[in-house]
Each structure stands twice: as C-alpha cells, then as structure tokens.
C-alpha cells in the first residue's frame, strides 16, 4: 500500500505478504464435494478409472466368453434342431387337412421358432474366429501387397 507523501522514494514500493498462519507453501486445502466429504485427488481419480476400466474389460471378456460358449452349445444341437424342424414340417402336413392351414402353419412356426433360433446361432462365428479370419485377411493383403511390388 502506498501511503501518500510518506518521504520514501516510489520504487522503494514492495508489496509483502506473509500468507496466512499455520499455512505450508506449495499445500492447499482439500477441496470438498456437495456431500461435504473431500474431493479425490488427480492420482486417485486415475487409480479409480484404472481400476474401472479393469472390471470392464474382464466384464466383456466374460460376456465374449459366454457368447462364444452358446455358440458351441448351438453347434453340438443344430442336428437334432434339424430333425426337428423335418418332423414338425411332416406334422403340419396331416394338420393341415385336419385343423386348416392357417392353424396348422401357427403351430409349425411355434414348434420350429426355438429350433431356427439354435441353427441361426449356430451360423455365428467365434471371438477367436473372427480373430482368425482377420489374421488371414491381414496376410492375404500383405501376400498380394508384396506379389504386386514384383
């Protein structure tokens, strides 16, 4: 602060300020969230994420894993879903003279829907499937990228 006419010359000027008591140079106060508890820190908010990311990653592994073990539980029954659906289609011959047609093809579609859905899911390929349909289709192009540079 400058006091007017004090006798000192103006560059003499120095603006002191000693902080405020108890208070520690290069530390500051923990900031405190809606909830009143303490904020985390940058280091524990990249520890949280870490580990949430950690979970999600074995949380998709897992579901990869599931998926891929119905898809082997569809390849084991897609031969008795097969027969099933020729039996089912033998059925709906003699229903439909006896119970009409559009009863009897309610009846088939019913009867064939859970074995269509296990043929369908057996037609899907694995994670390490498509793993190695990418491997091949990377060594095909780098094959052809090479016979093209002859």
């Known amino acids: 602060m400058k006091i007017l006419n004090d006798g000192n010359p103006p560059w003499s000027e120095a603006l002191v300020h000693f902080g405020i008591k108890g208070m520690r140079w290069g530390q500051r106060k923990a900031k405190t969230g809606p909830n009143g508890k303490p904020m985390p820190t940058r280091k524990q908010l990249r520890g949280m994420d870490k580990a949430n990311r950690a979970k999600q990653k074995a949380a998709d ?5 599931k998926d891929d073990q119905s898809i082997r539980d569809a390849r084991a029954r897609v031969g008795q879903a097969h027969a099933n659906i020729r ?16 009863a009897a093809r309610s009846i088939l579609e019913k009867t064939t829907q859970k074995d269509f859905d296990t043929i369908n899911t057996a037609n899907r390929i694995t994670s390490r499937e498509r793993t190695g349909l990418v491997i091949a289709a990377i060594t095909v192009g780098a094959a052809e990228g090479a016979l093209k540079a002859f």
Not at 61 to 65: L, N, S, T, V
């Open 61 to 65: 592994k897992k579901a990869i894993e």
């Open 87 to 102: 039996a089912a289609k033998k059925k709906y011959k003699g229903d439909k003279k006896m119970i009409g047609k559009v």
